[in-house]
């Protein structure tokens, strides 16, 4: 498979909305948003003003980086969609979701809940399935994420998955290694992205 390097243009943060998350969180948020804009790196994200997703959408735009929301109507008024950024209102969660793997060069996952668990469960299988090869890295405080790392293994174990699969992600524990782990992997641009939510 063809495959081409390209510097890394945008990063898209799936993460909790939820105003109530460990305050060491939500300023990881803030690092990492500050961190993008310091890079030149486009933050991607799900264009709500709460939780762990407004922290990073916030520290962001205050460094002066470019932002894009991406929310559907119904969540407008419930996520407090941030205005002050660029965003895009569409009409479901589908299509927030195609939108936002379409306009990012990769990914980053913080903690978040069932919402966030979802996001990264269908990016994972989507990697899986080999419809892109975007990097993904994890910021996994505490061992927020191990659980779920366990999880995949055991599939792998039970012959399932593939053992290459757990090579589909980078895990970093501290806010500050985020960017950086991210950059470092470059971007390989896979010619069946393409395929990702054609119709027909
Ligand atoms: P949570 O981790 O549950 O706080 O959710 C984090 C973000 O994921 C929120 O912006 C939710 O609206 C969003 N979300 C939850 N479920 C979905 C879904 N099925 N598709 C797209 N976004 C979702």
Same mark, same amino acid.
Request: with cysteine.
């Given at each position: 498979?063809?495959?081409?390097?390209?510097?890394?243009?945008?990063?898209?943060?799936?993460?909790?909305?939820?105003?109530?998350?460990?305050?060491?969180?939500?300023?990881?948020?803030?690092?990492?948003?500050?961190?993008?804009?310091?890079?030149?790196?486009?933050?991607?994200?799900?264009?709500?003003?709460?939780?762990?997703?407004?922290?990073?959408?916030?520290?962001?735009?205050?460094?002066?980086?470019?932002?894009?929301?991406?929310?559907?109507?119904?969540?407008?008024?419930?996520?407090?969609?941030?205005?002050?950024?660029?965003?895009?209102?569409?009409?479901?969660?589908?299509?927030?979701?195609?939108?936002?793997?379409?306009?990012?060069?990769?990914?980053?996952?913080?903690?978040?809940?069932?919402?966030?668990?979802?996001?990264?469960?269908?990016?994972?299988? /989507?990697?899986?399935?080999?419809?892109?090869?975007?990097? !993904? !890295?994890?910021?996994?405080?505490?061992?927020? /994420?191990?659980?779920?790392?366990?999880?995949?293994?055991?599939?792998?174990?039970?012959?399932?998955?593939?053992?290459?699969?757990?090579?589909?992600?980078?895990? !970093?524990?501290?806010?500050?290694?985020?960017?950086?782990?991210?950059?470092?992997?470059?971007?390989?641009?896979?010619?069946?992205?393409?395929?990702?939510?054609?119709?027909?």
């Amino acid at each position: 498979m063809r495959r081409e390097s390209q510097r890394l243009e945008s990063a898209c943060v799936f993460c909790g909305s939820s105003d109530d998350a460990d305050p060491q969180f939500l300023a990881a948020a803030r690092t990492i948003g500050k961190g993008l804009a310091d890079a030149g790196v486009k933050l991607v994200y799900g264009g709500g003003g709460v939780g762990l997703m407004g922290a990073v959408a916030r520290a962001a735009h205050e460094a002066n980086g470019d932002v894009l929301g991406i929310i559907p109507t119904f969540l407008v008024g419930k996520e407090r969609a941030l205005e002050t950024v660029e965003h895009i209102i569409v009409d479901n969660m589908h299509e927030r979701k195609m939108l936002m793997f379409q306009r990012s060069d990769s990914f980053i996952i913080l903690p978040g809940g069932i919402g966030t668990l979802e996001e990264v469960v269908e990016l994972l299988s /989507w990697r899986r399935l080999d419809l892109h090869a975007k990097p !993904v !890295v994890f910021y996994n405080p505490r061992g927020f /994420w191990e659980p779920l790392f366990k999880l995949f293994q055991h599939t792998v174990d039970e012959r399932l998955t593939p053992p290459e699969f757990m090579q589909a992600w980078v895990s !970093v524990e501290a806010a500050e290694d985020v960017v950086p782990a991210l950059l470092g992997q470059g971007r390989e641009r896979y010619p069946s992205e393409a395929a990702v939510g054609r119709r027909g």
